[in-house]
């Protein structure tokens, strides 16, 4: 039968989500006329919110009830995202989580739920919650593995590169005029950190280029950072503390981004912005920018920490 609407489970984490959404642009494409609804943490919400292919978005708030499993407002919270989430029979579930509060959240809506087997998941037992299994390799980037997954559940094929089609806001007012970089320098991994004193040295190196550097941040110990590193440039900007949305139109109107392995260097990268990622641990082929096209490049990685140069 014809399909009518689809749901996504991809709640975070936000790198995560920047790539698993290129999804939706293969759905737009492949299946014209075909819902897509979203299921995301309340931190991410808003860039499925972003996305011109995504009809619908559902928060779920998983972190913060953890933290108050006993209060009453988390029990009316899961209740009322429970009933949200089952408000519509969908013609196929695609949990593209890998994990198994993935698979709860996949169970508890209505409709066929379609997740990665046993040999391609990273929590198997979550395969137990799931009605269709598909094969996916696992040592593909993981833009790839959630497109192949959602391609085999909808019964599609992949077509080109990753694709991503955003409603961005208006840039906002600590926007500079000039040409900028963004310095994604924040991370909440310390392994996936770069050394303070080659960020010190690249950034040098740009502002007397000509070129503003601006040092975003998520909370006070990143503040305290970014503005430890435009200590001695002429032209580095700390802006205020952006929510989502409004990072990623500030993010869109940059020159380039430079940053470390997590979310908005992805998000930049997908946004079609120039953008450079300096990984430590992480396995580039697998996560890493490039994956989002040729105007992402990927260094180090693997132990490989690399260097100013």
Partial sequence: ?????????????????????????????????????????????????????????????????????????????????????????????????????GAVIARAARGRRHGFDRRSIREPVATWLHDTHHAVPRDVHFVVKCRRLAAAALGYAIDGPPRWRWRLPAPPACTPEEPFVVAVHATSRPDKR????????????????????????GNDREEEASRALAAG??????????????????????????????????????????TLARCTVTDTALAGGAGAGD?????????DVPSVE
């Fill in 194 to 217: 770069w050394p303070a004193d080659r960020w010190h040295d690249l950034l040098a190196g740009a502002d007397a280029s000509g070129l503003r550097v601006v040092l975003p941040h």
């Fill in 233 to 274: 440039l002429a032209r580095a900007l700390v802006p205020p503390r952006l929510p989502l949305d409004t990072m990623a139109g500030l993010i869109a109107r940059a020159h380039a981004v430079v940053g470390v392995d997590t979310g908005l260097t992805h998000l930049a990268a997908a946004l079609g912005t120039p």
């Fill in 1 to 101: 039968h014809a399909m009518k609407a689809v749901l996504i489970v991809r709640p975070s984490s936000l790198g995560d989500v920047v790539g698993a959404l290129a999804v939706a642009r293969d759905i737009a494409r492949s299946r014209p006329g075909l819902a897509v609804d979203w299921v995301a943490e309340e931190a991410f919400a808003a860039l499925p919110g972003l996305c011109a292919d995504v009809r619908r978005v559902l928060p779920i708030a998983l972190r913060r009830w953890r933290r108050e499993p006993f209060a009453a407002r988390t029990w009316r919270e899961m209740r009322s995202a429970r009933a949200a989430i089952r408000a519509e029979r969908y013609d196929a579930i695609v949990d593209a989580q890998e994990q198994v509060k």
């Fill in 295 to 303: 105007h992402a490049r990927d260094l180090g990685g693997n132990g």
